[in-house]
Structures are given as structure tokens and as C-alpha cells.
């Protein structure tokens, strides 16, 4: 019945372009970023390559002073109201290809390829009455003027009561598989705001492009954003999507990382077969150049291995926001810890056992065996020395825990697990 | 300093096409009720004529069964963004003569003209990048792509903080002017969620359009809908408006009648010269035919005289929302019952005495002599005698009441005066 | 380690005093309820017997003109801050005996006994400065003066981070434990409002409750009052609680009935072994004689079909509102249908299918084998004829169903099940 | 008709205890402080001492570890539930003299006597059922048991619905006015909070009062904390108050006084005879001690200016915070410059004219001649060049500035007027 969750039976792992490039990612930097993938990090787990924001738009980027996005830009459509990418940008898409070249590319390395789109229908091709694939009905006819984003300007959204919105949610799907799209992340989507504050309701969008994925009949993750999503909507994200942000973007700031135990605490039990809350990129490495401002990564490598332990045991998709052809080998080496990485398919219903402002431990369970994960969090300023009694996990027996981060295997313990954590750091162990 | 406040010394008295026509009014319509006012309303006090919403749309009202206004409607322009009159509905206006030929025909029966705009440019002006009178700016750089109506789908607001923002505003008052246009009721401004929730300051857009009217050279009383007007903001309003709702759109039901009470009292302390919180219009007589459903007001009579006597105490300015060329003489005698008109010019200090759910007591006095004005008013749903005890309202001296309303001069008074009120009526003594 | 899963491996099924006795209900009143039970609604899995609100009051129920609680009345309590049953009311209660002879005699009949009480201390308690069991602390230390009931004024919350108030917590659940009590049913505690805006955590309050039972030593359903539960807090209630109110107070009007279906939809994701969603008590039969109106439920049949099918595919706990010994044999029926009430225990997995404002399908499965269950909900003020697409539900064979209200089978059907329901009423099907 | 305009022509100016002694301060304490008022500051306009809270608790103070107020006190009352002075505190209370004594001796000083209350009656009286003067009710029948502070754990609102409520509060302003108290300041009563979420009005409540101040026969002083009072309520403060808090409590921070410019241009159009909205005392010179933390105020000169320029301009009452024992002679100074303190008493229709995040301007005049006031202030980090266009302040003849700061006369100046102001200070002319 929910075919969503047979084609994404464990959380995706990719690269995304926008911590890196914001709204200026081109081919050849996508083509970059999708070899240095197939070569390092495919073996590892890694194969979602997905190019996001305003790819359509040729002159995205050049005016960083005044705005991210440009105002009333007039970007690449084709005569049916479907945003293409855009030429200057995407050489091979000359002719009408589209995105079909560079993913069939990307699909020549064994890798995966994914775009971002926004919710809706562009404002300019509502207020220039362009046409709706095979209908005779026009953008205005669909379009909401009300239904806006709040910072991005390009598209209104689809009032799903009026004929002709459904087909034009299929229509661009059908595109998209054309192309070969195997990820598709929806923005302005499942944000808090829009759902409760706004009467005309993103739900019925999601249901619409959930709706146009299956009649394209091909596998598409549905990636929905921004966060944070609406708990009270969870029993309907898992019915529709496949993953859903939890948070605003996240950025590579601690307080915004210690909020997302706060946040992971919310969603804890709510991570299924095909169902992930997702807790957004990850912004190690180089970041920022399309900002107008390329630096390092401010987490401190404490911090990183929080973010990967935090995203791992939780069972978050991993989506890398660094620059990967210029991933330093300590970088490399955090993201393809196997050990670790091997929790976000193997390891099953996380929760949270304790958590306070200082410090926070989860817990979870091997789907292959009877092992056990246990992650100990220290949030606070110093380093601290964190205890758990086994037996609050319900474990009972003497057990051997092994150091994922360290690949060490340490003394039995009997009752009382100790460990002597970092400032801002974490331990991982499988017991 | 603050000139708006020697053009508009009393509240304005006249007719507004809204009530009735909705979208669809038309120069015959306008020049009708123009005509009626010259010969029946004028000697008491009536004088502008002011046409509403959507005047630049020449299919306006041809779709109600979808929308009271057409989303993405091309309506009629200048090169400079600037709407004008649609010319179907307003065939005078042909050859870029505007509303100047409408204006000067209702000048010439010794009447003022109004008109209605949104607060903003028109979307599609931004869309398709058009001009900015007097400037190399194109509307795209000015309109904010965020500030849009919750209601209305035509404009987009200003950015005051983009060169050419103020010299949209002067432009298009510089149009006003040489149309002769004496009032401008500009929508979409002073509401409350418009206010506290958006960013984009519908406080800059006023100061902008204050700015305009001074810079136009021409006395034209600013009009702001719709309400409710923050209370904060009262300070901003008196500072740089004539005249701002102090209620969402007033239509002819009771409990909205008896709301306004609420929203006099909050008010109450925020009359004075060339500043008038405003009641919006008087639904009376016929109505609602443009909205596809033409009525007789839902009032009964003691309703009309509780609300004619609350806005006359509390000084709101008075707008017609009737046909005029239907009306029935018993409204208008209700309308132009000249002992009670006398207060909207010649009282001040209105407060309100007591107040509870079941009755309402107002005070003012006269500027001209000792005389004072007292308004008891019956909420509840029975009749009821009210009660005032005179040294309450600092009267401590015998008095002879005067029924504004019956015309009747009433026994002295001492302590105490005694009214036996109708359900939801209302008695105005002068004494 | 979560042992309170393991005595609450169903949904309790039983009885509670408000809905007809609301303050007042009395031992004899209590105990003829218990007896009804044993003889007729045992065989059908009901067996708890819950005293609700104010059982310490000995004059509650008195001034029911003023309150519906006695504000600052003097209730029973030992020198220990704990509140005792009120002798005048509970005769067996004397000399210290408490609830005990009570609980007893419930036991005697193969039933289970439950109290309710409000979260906190005391407020007499604590402005005369009485001591806490077992430590050297007063109540006036442990109560928080600014934790107070919006509805109920007679306890303050207890401030947890104060020495001696899990003592307090651990203090009357050992009095609990010594009385015999199975079931508690916590009062303010769990609402929307209490856990968002106040600073004194309700959370807090729960775990003190949870731990309290747990040292207790006796096994206690933990039940929580009253909703809308926050489900932000799902973790934590999932965690620490075996039922939260997730509606306020629900009583016999369609309107709320209809708002469930709201409610169950946000919570379908999480009922399991332990953990209940509640959707408060049913008030069917004769109710609101303690309020000072005896009257027969306002739920027309098909409205208590509705009901019960909601709350048994949905796994609510089911716990009779009416006055037992007065039960007509409609209602006896109706609250004894094995085939209806087997879903309670038996079943798994309840999802929502389908809703609108006009109908609902919900669906779920057996845990015994591969059958299936079916649940058509008209909501709509019409009788409506309601299709549901068997592959919709991942039914790709003929099947047979069983209506389970009617007892009877089906034809069998294939592709799409059509059933005629009436206005407000529901079918249920076995498949 | 409204008395209470006719005793506080002028905003009153005093010192008040809480800012250096919190809940603290003692009868030698309060003396000492007049005495030195009656010397260096009466003749300056300053007259009004008053005691702030909790003076009937005998403990006050002593526990500041825990809490600023001692949760469930038992403090000095008399059998009617009216707090009295606590006696080791106030010794020339004893034998019920009550303040009476210390009135005395104030008055004996040619100075005014004030005390502070919180709204409502004692919790503990409630809980006891202690009597209600002149009546045969107790306090539990008139108590809300729902209304209480946030802040403050003492008393319990009086509903106003219930008979011996209105007889309370006659009952404790009478034994004010025996005790020969001019001013009245009651806690917990104006705040947006308190106005908009709770349904137990505190509207009734101040007309309560304002009917007991009548009923008294004396002339007390009617001052309403704590703030932000509500701007909705401004005709209601303005028909029952003297002066009522525009922020939450006001402290010797740069970021409060900053925002106090947003609050007083909310308010600007509200000052008026026996009306006053209070910016709060002013914390300058030595504070804190009763807090813990003897400190000097954190205030630089610069900001002091500011802060006394803006008072004086808005008119707002001026409460003098520090310890008047130690004033210093530059804050003797700054508080005693006749020149800038005429204005509180013989300016009007003080009006903002310029405001932004840097700098603010107002602009009032004198009620005596054609004189008026300028005050510019800069509000930004760096020293700022200010200039005002004499224009825009209907200024259009050469004039002559004094600084009033300064006493100097300066160059006559036309058209702009330009000050050097540094960071934080401002400039007070007189034109």
C-alpha cells in the first residue's frame, strides 16, 4: 500500500550543494562533488548527489548585497509553467534535455541523483496566464496569490480544489522522472508556521506531489522542508514522505546542536521503515562559498563527533554539506566511521534515557543481534565524568562495551557504565 | 506642522460605493448618487462621493461564484505602474484623462471626490519589470515580494527602504492631484495583524503616503482601512492620518453593532481635530447588490438610531453605505436628522459614562455654550428603563432634557434622569 | 526497566463516578456500582472501579449554586498532609481505615480499585505549615505558591527541587499501596495549557508520581487528567504513564464526539503495550445527577455506535460514565458486545485511511492471526453511502466480512466495500 | 466629578524604599531618609515618602537564599484580614497605631506619607476564614482562590461579584486614612498580563479601590504597578487612576532605558492632569542593599541625563530609588536641577517628533508662555551630531535655545537647530 517505504528502507546518504554553493552550484562543481563520492565515500554508504536551490534561475547569486534570492527574477521555464534548469549553469541541459545528461552521469558512478524544488507554481507563470500540461486550464487558474512563501519570492502555491493542480503536480513529476530524479527534496513544505498559521494548507500539497510520484512510477524519496515540521502532523509525514526537517536549517553553530536533542527528544519515537525525521545537513569541511564567505567548519572536532553520534543513534539521514573535493583526511575520516555509520541501518528504536542541559544518553538496539548502542552526550562547558546504571537500560548481565569513535574494546562492566567525556563531546558504544 | 489637520476639521460626511456595489461600480452609478447627495443630503452636512474598490479592473465582478476579486487579473495601467480607471466602466476616463472628467462633474454639484486604493504596486507592474514615473527604477526593485494583502491579490507593498519607493508614492498622489481627487481611502494598512505580525512595516508605507499627499501640494484626506487600528499605534495615526478604521469591515448584524461599544471605548480618549477613529460605513437602506444579493438593511429601525447615535457622540466620520437614489424616507430622516448631526461638528470630549452587556452610557459637551450631550443605550434584548444619576456626570444643578431624537423638550430634570429604551435603541438628550 | 507496561497489557476497561455523581458519590453509592459490575460487565473484561473527584470533602457538593468545588473548605487530611476519605461519606473510612474496607470489598467481588486525586499538596497544608511524613520538612518548603489548578482551588504543585517533596509523593502512594489501590487517575496534570506556559514543570510532577509508584511497590495504572495532552510530551507520558486524557472533559454532544476523530488522528501512531491514548470516560445512560441535572445521555444510538467503534478500533481505555445500576438494556447491550470489544484487546496498528468534515475510515489489524478490521464513520448530517477501495487498505483478495455490531456475515466482496450508514452512526467490519 | 484629578495636579515626586532596601526597610531607615528629603530635596518639588512592600512581614528579608518573599508567611493582621505593620519592624506600630505614628512624624515634615499593598487579601485569611469588617462574611466567601500573582505568593484576589467584597477594600483604605496615608501604591494590578489572560478582571478590582479612596474621604494618591499597563485600558486608568507603570520593574540598565522610548512614545498622547503614566523610579546613586548587593547604579553620567530628560519631558512621576542618605552631591545635583524639573510641572503636550534605533527627539511646551521644550538624545554607541529642522516643529522665527543642563544661553539660531550629543546622553533646550 505505502510504496514510499519500499524504495527507502533505510535513511539516505548523500551530498548536498547548498552549504557549500547557496543558490550558485553548477554542473561541472556537481560533476566534481559526484566523482570525488563514487571514489570515497559510495563504499562507505554514501549515493544521494542533490543539487538545491535556484537552479533555474541564470542569474542566481549575482546580487548577494541586496537578497539570497532575486526578486521577480524571470528564470527558465518551458511553455507549460515547469521550471528547467538553467543553461548558463547546466550546459548540458541545452535543447530541451533538462537534467536528463548530468544524471545519467551521476547514475554512470553508481550514485544517485536528487534536486530541490519549491513548493507551488512560479508567480510569473500566474500572472502571465501560461499554460498547464495537457489541460486547457492556465497557472492563474491554480495558483494561490495568498500562499506565499516567507523568503523565498518565485512561486505561489497550488490550491488543490481547483481543477488542474493535480495535473500540474504530475506533470512536473513526470519531468523529473524523465530526467531520471531519484531524490527530490520539496522546500517551504513542513515548516511550523505554514501548517498552523496558514489556511491554505501544505497538507494538501504533500498529497499532491506524494499523489505525482506514484503516478510517475518511479522511485522518488520525498524529502520535505524546512523544519521544523509539526509533531501533530508526524502521523501524516509518515504516511506521505519519506523524510521530513525537524529543524530550521542548521548551521555549524553548538547552541543550534545542543537544541537538537530537544529536538530529537520530540521525534524520538518516530523513526520507521521509510519514515525519517531528519535532522538536515551536516556542515563539516569547507562551507559557505556561495554565501560570499567560504570558511571552515566553527564545530570543533568534539562537537563533529556529537553531530555524527547525535544523527547516527537517532537514525537521521545523513546529507553532507562540506565541499567534497576538499574534505581534509580528519573529515574523511569522521564520516566514514563504519562502526558508526553502521547504526543508521542497523540499529533500531532509539530513545532518549536521560537528558538535562548538561548532558543527554540514548540508547537503541541491533535489528541482526542482541547488541546494544549506547550514546553518552556531555552538553556542558567542562569535561565530565557521566555515569549509567545498566540496569535502567534493562540490562541485567556483565557486558563488554566496544568504543566505536576509538575502535577499542573495553573492560566488562557490571552495573555502573563510566565515562570521562569532553566538553561538547560523546562516546558511542556498542555493548 | 501637521497640515492634514486644517483640511479636515470636522469628521467627513458622505457616500462610499462599497456597500452596495461591491467591485462593480460604474460612472453612472457614481454620477446617480453624486446627483442625489447634491439635492437631498448636501444642506446637512454630506459632501463626498467616494468610489471603491477595484475601479482599475474592467472585468471586476464578472466571476463572484470563484472570487470577490480576479487573481491575476490584467487591469488597466499606465507605463509607470499606475492604475487607472477601467474604461468600460468609466468611459469618461478615455485618452488618459482619468477620474479628472468624474472629479470635476462631482465638483461642479459642490461636492468632494474620493477614491480607493491598496496600499502598494500592482504584482504584475514587478513582475514584468515596469517603469517608476521620474526614475530609471523599475517596479521590481521597489515591491517587497513578502508584503502581500491576506485578501486582496493585486499588490505587492512598498520597500521604503528601496531608492524609488517614495517616488512611486509621489507619484501616483501626483495623479490624484491632477484628478482632483479630494480623499484617499487607502486599504490593506492599518490592521492589526498587518502591524504586529509583518515585518514590513505598514508604518513606513503610511509616513510615505503622508509624504505624498504634502508633496502633491493638494488636500486630500487620507483614510485608512481596514480595522481594526492598533492601539499602539494610536500616536503614528493621529501623526500622520485623518482617519483610520477602528473595526474589521461593518456590516448590518446586531453583534457587530454592538461591538462597536468595545471599540469606542478603547478609542474613546482619541478624537480631536483632523483625527477621527472611524466606525466604518453606515449600512442602511438598500444594499449588496454588486455582492449578487441585493437586500434591505437587517437593522430595525431602533438598531439604526443606536448606531446613528453612537457614531454622532463619539464623532466617527459618517459614510452612506446605501443606494442613494433608493433610499426610503424613513431612513433618510434617520440620516439627516440635523439636532443630532449637530454633534459629529460641534461636540467633543465624548466618554463613555458606564458600560456592561446589557447598556451603555456616553457623555459629551458642546463646544459652543454649557450645553452637554447624554446617550443611554439599550444592549439587552428586552426594553429597559436606564437610570443616570446627573451629579455622576458632574451635573449638579436642575436640567431640562432635549430628545434629539423625538424633538421634544422634556420636564426638568434634578438627580436623576430616567429613560425607558426599546431593545437594542437608543434616546440622545441634550442638556 | 519499564514495569509499567507490564501490568496494563490492555486497555483498562471499567467505571468512574464523575459523570453522574460528579463531587459527591458515596461508599453505598460506589459499592452498588461494583456489585453491578461483578454480576453484568465482568464476563466482558470491565473490572475497574474509580472513585473520582473530592472524596476527601465532606461537605462537597453542598453549594453547588456558588462552585463546583468549595473554595479553602477544610477537608480530611492526617497530620502528614495527606488527604483521607471523608468519614461523613465513606463510614468505613473511620479510625484510620481509609479507603481500605473499601477496596477490600471491591476486591471481594474480583474487581480492581481505583481514586483519583489532584496533583500537589494541600494548600491548607501548606499556609498552616503541616509536616511531611518521614522527614523534618513542612508542606509550606515543598508547595510552590504560584502552582495552582485553573479549575480546581485546593492543592498547590509541589516543587521538586525542594528536599522532602519526593518524600511527599512517596508519603501517599504508600498509603495507596497500604489501602489496596490499582489505579490512579491524576488530575491537572497533563493539559496543553499547564505543560506550554507554566514555568513550574508538570513534567516534573509526573516522574515524582511515576517514581512514588515504583517505590510503592504495588502495581498501580498511572491514568492522567485532564487533556488535550501535548503531544510534543508523547516521549515522556509513553515513558512515565499508562493513560493521558487527550481531550478535555468529553461529554454527550455530537460536536465533541465529532472532534475526537481530530484527536485520534494526532495520536494514532501511538497506542502500544502500556501506553493509552484516552478519550475520557463514555456518557452513555444516566448521567449528571451530582451536577444537579439527572438526564439521559443526549447521544442518539447511532451517535453511541459511533462512540464505541472510535474507541475500540482506536484502543482507548473504556471507562463507563453512566450510573451502572440504572443501565437500560440498550445501553447493557451495547457496552457488552464481545465481537466490538474484542478489538480493545486484540487488536493492532489503528491508522486513519481516510477524513474529511463529512466521514472517517480507520483500520486495523488483529494480533492473533490475519484477519483484519474495517471502520466507516458518517459524520456527515445525512445517511451516506461510503466506498472504501480494498487495495487502498493492501487488500488484494476477495474477502468475507462480518459486521460486528449486527453479527452477521457478509457476502463476500472484492475490489471495493460499499456499505449505507446513517447520519452520525458507523459500521464495523471484520475482514 | 472626578475627584482624583483634583489632589495630583502635577506629577508627584518623591523616593521609595524598594530600589535600596527591597522588602526590607525599617522605621529608623524610612525616617532618615525623609529627614534628609525635608532638607536637600522639598524645595526642589520632591514631598512623597513611601514604604514599598511587604511591611507587615516580620521575617521580610531574612531568607534571601530561597526566595524575595517568604512563601506562606505568617504576617501581622488584625482579626478583619487587614494587614498591619510588622512591629519589630516598625516599632510606633504597636498597641494598633499601626503607620500611624510614622505618618505623623512625616507629615510633621512638611512631607507626604505612602505605603504600597497588594491587590487583595491575604491568602492565609482566606484559608482560616477570618472575618470581613462590618459585615458577618469571612474571607473564603469573597477570596478568588484562582487569582493570584505570579511574583508574589501573599494574597488572593477579591471578586468583586460577591457580597463583602467592595466592604473589603472600604475596610483597609479607611484604616489608611486613619492612619493619615497620601498615597497609595497597589502591586499586581496593571500589567498586560494580569489585563489580558485573566478572567478574574483587575479592572473590577482598581474600580473597587478607586470607590474605597472615595469612600475614605481622604486624598490618596492612586499609583498601579506593576506595568507594562495596557494601552486598550488607557480610558479605564485614566477615570480610576493617578498613575500607573508603563514597564516591568525599571533597573539601572541601558537596554531598559533605551526601550523606555518605544513605551513613552506608546503613551505620549495620555499624559494629562492627575494622569500619569510612570516610567518607574529612578535607580541612580546607591541601591541594592536589601537585595543582597549594596551597588552603585550602573548608570554613567551621560545616561542619567537621558533618563532625567526623558522623565521630565513625559512627565512622568519621579520616584526617587537610591538611598537618599547617600546621595552623592553630582546625583544631588542631577536630580535637583530646577531648570529641567519645571517641566514636570509646567510643560504639556509632550510629542515625539523623530525616533529611530539611534536617537529620538520630543518636543512639548510650557503651559505658562510661548516657550516650549526640545530634548534630543542620542541613542547609539558613538558621539552623534543631532539636527532638527525648526520647521518641523512649527518653529518658523529665529529663537534663542537655552541648555537647560547647562545653564547657558546659546546662539540665536534659524532654520536647524545642531547639538554634539555623546553616546547615550542627551541635550533639554528651552526655545
Known amino acids: 500500500m505505502i510504496l514510499k517505504n519500499t524504495f527507502a528502507k533505510t535513511p539516505p546518504l548523500g551530498w548536498n550543494s547548498y552549504d557549500y554553493y547557496d543558490t550558485t552550484v553548477n554542473e561541472a562543481e556537481v ?40 526578486n ?45 524544488i519549491m513548493r507551488g507554481i512560479p508567480r510569473y507563470a500566474a500572472h502571465t496566464h501560461m499554460k498547464i500540461k495537457g489541460t486547457d486550464i492556465t497557472a492563474d487558474k491554480i495558483a494561490n496569490p495568498y500562499s506565499v512563501s516567507k523568503w523565498n519570492p518565485d512561486m505561489y502555491g497550488v490550491d488543490y480544489q481547483k481543477p488542474g493542480a493535480q495535473e500540474y503536480y504530475n506533470s512536473i513529476f513526470e519531468l523529473y522522472a524523465q530526467w531520471g530524479v531519484d531524490f527530490v527534496k520539496v522546500d517551504d513544505i513542513c515548516n511550523t508556521n505554514f501548517y498552523i498559521d496558514n489556511p491554505y494548507s501544505a497538507e494538501k500539497e504533500i498529497e499532491m506531489i506524494h499523489k505525482a510520484i506514484l503516478n510517475s512510477e518511479r522511485d522518488m524519496v520525498l524529502s520535505l522542508s524546512p523544519g521544523p ?81 547525535l544523527w547516527c543513534i537517532f537514525r537521521s539521514p ?41 548532558h543527554a544518553i540514548w540508547f537503541s538496539r541491533d535489528i541482526n543481534d542482541n547488541s546494544c548502542y549506547l550514546a553518552l552526550f556531555n552538553l556542558s562547558e567542562e569535561s565530565q565524568i ?46
Not at 325 to 348: A, G, P, W
Request: aromatic residues 12%; proline residues 4%.
Open 229 to 309: 515540521a509539526v509533531i501533530e502532523k508526524a502521523w501524516h509525514l509518515e504516511k506521505y514522505a519519506n523524510m521530513w526537517r525537524i529543524t530550521d536549517d542548521f548551521w555549524d553553530n553548538w547552541d543550534s546542536l545542543k537544541d537538537m536533542f530537544k529536538r530529537c527528544e520530540i521525534w524520538q519515537n518516530h523513526v520507521s521503515t521509510g519514515c525519517y525525521p531528519d535532522c538536515d545537513m551536516i556542515p563539516v569541511g569547507w562551507l559557505g562559498k556561495g554565501f560570499g564567505q567560504e570558511r571552515y567548519t566553527n564545530f570543533t572536532i568534539d562537537e563533529q563527533i556529537t553531530l555524527m553520534t
Open 31 to 70: 560533476k566534481a562533488n559526484a566523482e570525488y563520492m563514487a571514489k570515497h565515500l559510495k563504499s562507505h554508504g554514501y549515493n544521494y548527489v542533490v543539487v538545491d536551490i535556484q537552479w533555474s534561475d541564470p542569474d542566481a547569486g549575482t546580487d548577494r548585497t541586496n537578497y539570497q534570492y532575486i
Open 72 to 116: 521577480f527574477s524571470h528564470f527558465n521555464m518551458d511553455e507549460y509553467s515547469r521550471q528547467l534548469p538553467a543553461e548558463n549553469r547546466f550546459p548540458s541541459s541545452k535543447n530541451g534535455a533538462g537534467f536528463r545528461p548530468l544524471a545519467d552521469y551521476i547514475h554512470s558512478l553508481g550514485l544517485k541523483f536528487g534536486i530541490h
Open 386 to 431: 557521566l555515569e549509567i546504571s545498566l540496569k535502567d537500560i534493562g540490562i541485567n548481565s556483565k557486558v563488554s562495551p566496544r568504543d566505536l569513535w576509538k575502535h577499542e574494546n573495553l573492560p566488562p562492566v557490571e552495573d555502573v557504565l563510566i565515562a570521562n567525556i569532553p566538553s561538547h563531546g560523546a562516546s558511542l558504544y556498542k555493548l
Open 318 to 358: 545523513l546529507m553532507i554539506g562540506a565541499e567534497l573535493t576538499k574534505l581534509d583526511s580528519q573529515t574523511l575520516e569522521l564520516l566514514t566511521n563504519d562502526e558508526v555509520l553502521h547504526l543508521i541501518s542497523n540499529s533500531h528504536g532509539a530513545i532518549q534515557v536521560e537528558s538535562d542541559n548538561k
